[in-house]
């Protein structure tokens, strides 16, 4: 089986899937984003470079866009349009490009958690300054503003003053959520198919964000059945077979800060004694398998 991953060539998780799938016989292909190409010909599609095209499966091992305003809008929309057209195609991308999408849109993913009757922080998304700091003397002039897309906690800031305040929104989009109390420390769940993995992430001194990214250390935690559970409906619920769920223990009761269609388990891998990398593998074969027999199922059924 070729199995692309789509991501950073040298990448720690890059370089332990290629391993691991290598390892069972597969011929392994890394790809990165800005590599990527479709060409519209008559008769269909084609994909550059040939190792997406030729794929038995693509595994998306990063962000789709790492550009600035504009640039990386324009990123995100043809990459992901792209890897749509690629699964539609009968290649199996891990996560599916629909899951990636929610995920990577933080608004979309946090009203569908809502929707599906699962807590989250208390959110608006407005335009304009006028609007964001009117929703900031709402939230009691204390909130955390968030980019509407990012990961491992790059640009997520707290809005305690008027002057810092003065600088939301602006002719933009705001993204602004209740700031939640915390013990200093968060959970992390990895769901890779029907398994969990969980680790505390306890906050670097004077810092409140508890990502591993921002110096935060993973501790050993056996999260209970109800948290598990937790993090595998959200998962379910922006459709992700393979995710990193953030769980908050907030004073009502856990709340689901995030889910990452693209989650890193390198911090967590220090702290548990399974082999993660081997587990998100079988996944990734797994899910491939799967596409080939429903493909199998479908050309019988013509």
């Given at each position: 089986m070729l199995v692309t991953l789509l991501g950073e060539r040298?990448?720690?998780h890059v370089g332990k899937l290629a391993e691991a799938l290598s390892r069972r016989g597969h011929t392994v292909e890394v790809v990165s984003w800005q590599s990527v190409g479709a060409a519209i010909v008559p008769g269909g599609l084609r994909f550059t470079p040939d190792a997406l095209a030729a794929a038995d499966v693509v595994a998306v091992r990063g962000m789709?866009?790492?550009?600035?305003?504009?640039?990386?809008?324009?990123e995100v929309i043809f990459r992901m349009d792209a890897l749509a057209q690629i699964e539609a195609a009968g290649t199996p991308v891990v996560n599916s490009p629909r899951a990636l999408e929610i995920a990577i849109?933080?608004?979309?993913?946090?009203?569908?958690?809502?929707?599906?009757?699962?807590r989250v922080p208390r959110t608006t998304v407005v335009q304009g300054h006028a609007s964001a700091r009117l929703a900031w003397n709402e939230f009691g002039r204390t909130c955390v503003a968030k980019p509407l897309f990012g990961s491992r906690g790059r640009g997520i800031r707290r809005v305690e003053t008027a002057s810092e305040a003065a600088t939301i929104g602006g002719d933009g989009v705001a993204y602004l959520q209740e700031l939640i109390p915390h013990p200093g420390w968060d959970l992390r769940v990895l769901v890779v198919g029907d398994e969990a993995f969980a680790m505390r992430r306890v906050a670097a001194a004077g810092e409140?964000?508890?990502?591993?990214?921002?110096?935060?250390?993973?501790?050993?935690?056996?999260?209970?059945a109800d948290e598990?559970?937790?993090?595998?409906?959200?998962?379910?619920?922006v459709g992700a077979r393979i995710a990193g769920v953030d769980i908050l223990p907030g004073p009502d009761g856990p709340v689901v800060?995030?889910?990452?269609?693209?989650p890193a388990w390198r911090g967590l891998q220090s702290v548990v004694h399974t082999d993660l990398t081997e587990i998100v593998a079988l996944e990734v074969i797994r899910d491939a398998e799967t596409g080939r027999a429903a493909e199998g199922e479908g050309r019988r059924g013509t």
């Open positions: 040298g990448g720690w789709p866009g790492v550009g600035a305003g504009l640039q990386r809008l324009e849109d933080k608004y979309l993913s946090l009203a569908l958690l809502a929707r599906a009757g699962i409140w964000r508890t990502n591993v990214s921002l110096g935060g250390r993973p501790e050993a935690v056996e999260a209970s598990v559970a937790l993090a595998q409906r959200a998962a379910a619920t800060l995030e889910v990452n269609a693209v």
